[in-house]
């Protein structure tokens, strides 16, 4: 965790299966990894079941917090929806508008899981869309799913370097689902938060057998951040609470560890009297000015309403805004994806 004078940023990763359904180890080996690369959070969401949250395994393991919540799908296991906050699993047989609605309703966090999943040519992955596109009462959805990304980009030439190098063949959300984002977030409020979606799979190549994607390496790629008005409590209901609500409010940013460390990343929209980050809103006045600090130089853009505003390289870059709409920050290294921020609102004035 680090904090400004502004708040505090937590740091950790989303969308984890364990034994529980088909991930390769417990949640106490995973919790002993992100304690190790020194994460603040997991989230850990398997398919249809909530096992491990009723034997009580939510907590603290050392320093990190382990939340439990699960991955609801379809009868045609599309759909998938990442539930968190929520004591039982609803029906199998519920249909996607079902599911989100029901969830929201009893106060659940409900976020889209790899929604605009394409998978490759590779024809031993079938790809898990979302398709029901008119549900309402979604908190957010994954902009950044890296097994969904991955198993896109793998073709039959590159697989030896996409199985060796993982991470670093890790481009950037899809432009698809940012137009999708940037579309729904002009509406209201949708978080965008980046996932792993780790399991440990076994990967076959011919004579090739490797574990792609160890939870380790999987730690060091996409991960969330949240800006919390204090630190993390040591409490955990108080600890669930801040996590929960930090993603509902959009108070988030996801970021690829493999081109750094992103923590110190900062995206705010200042006006003559106040000062807006992520998931606020702000008037337009005639001072208004958008300010991104990266902490690395990059490559760094304003999208304002789904559009390029405005495009610097460097560290630091401030723009006076015109227009009311949603805007956020995207920060590449070369060509690589790096920091993606929520949107802030700014309204007319
Ligand atoms: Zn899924
Ligand atoms: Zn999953």
């Not at 969330?224 to 209901?237: A, E, G, I, N, V």
Request: with cysteine.
């Amino acid at each position: 965790m680090v904090t400004d004078n502004k708040y505090t940023v937590a740091t950790g990763v989303i969308h984890i299966h364990t034994l529980d359904s088909d991930g390769t180890k417990t949640h106490d080996e995973v919790a002993a990894i992100g304690n190790e690369l020194g994460l603040d959070f997991l989230l850990f969401s398997d398919h249809m079941t909530l096992q491990s949250f009723d034997e009580g395994k939510e907590g603290y393991y050392d320093d990190i917090l382990v939340l439990i919540g699960y991955e609801h799908n379809d009868l045609d296991d599309c759909n998938h929806y990442l539930i968190f906050d929520l004591d039982k699993v609803l029906p199998a047989a519920s249909s996607p508008a079902d599911y989100v609605r029901i969830a929201a309703e009893r106060g659940a966090l409900g976020i889209m899981a790899h929604p605009d999943e394409i998978r490759g040519r590779d024809a031993r992955f079938r790809s898990y869309p979302w398709t029901a596109w008119d549900v309402t009462g979604f908190n957010g959805l994954e902009i950044w799913n890296q097994m969904s990304e991955w198993t896109e980009l793998l073709k039959f030439f590159n697989q030896i370097m996409m199985v060796f190098s993982p991470r670093k063949c890790l481009r950037s959300p899809t432009r698809r689902i940012l137009r999708k984002w940037d579309e729904l977030s002009a509406q209201g409020r949708v978080a965008g938060i980046g996932s792993v979606d780790a399991h440990g799979f076994l990967y076959r190549a011919g004579p090739l057998r490797l574990t792609i994607f160890p939870y380790k390496v999987q730690f060091k790629s996409i991960r969330t951040h949240l800006l919390l008005d204090r630190p993390l409590s040591k409490d955990l209901p108080e600890a669930k609470k801040q996590v929960y609500r930090a993603i509902r409010d959009c108070r988030a940013f996801v970021s690829n560890y493999r081109w750094g460390e992103a923590e110190n990343f900062h995206f705010e929209i200042a006006g003559s009297s106040d000062t807006a980050i992520s998931g606020d809103q702000i008037t337009l006045g005639g001072t208004t000015e958008a300010r991104i600090t990266a902490p690395l130089k990059g490559r760094i853009r304003l999208i304002g309403n789904g559009l390029v505003v405005a495009e610097q390289t460097g560290r630091e870059f401030s723009h006076r805004l015109t227009e009311p709409g949603v805007y956020r920050a995207e920060v590449y290294r070369g060509k690589k994806g790096w920091i993606f921020s929520n949107h802030i609102r700014v309204n007319e004035a």
